[in-house]
């Protein structure tokens, strides 16, 4: 590894840790979307639509936040 680049690198340990829940993070966001996916026409005869929008929206936000914090790190 080139040490020039990257003056403070990653504990191998801490990154497999944190490439673990960004895994389930996924799995999760996967998983309700199937299950919304499922429930489509239940949906829309509630018209809940604009919910399930914005619920999928945040949880989408919360793992590509949490993808940018711990899993990418600043070379400059």
Known sequence: MNRRCCPNPPDNKKTRENS???RESFSKILNSTQETINGINTIK???KESF???MFARKLDHHFRFVQ???FFNLT
């Open 52 to 54: 399930f929008t914005r």
């Open 20 to 22: 673990r829940k960004e």
């Open 69 to 71: 914090h711990h899993l």
């Open 45 to 47: 005869v509630f018209s």
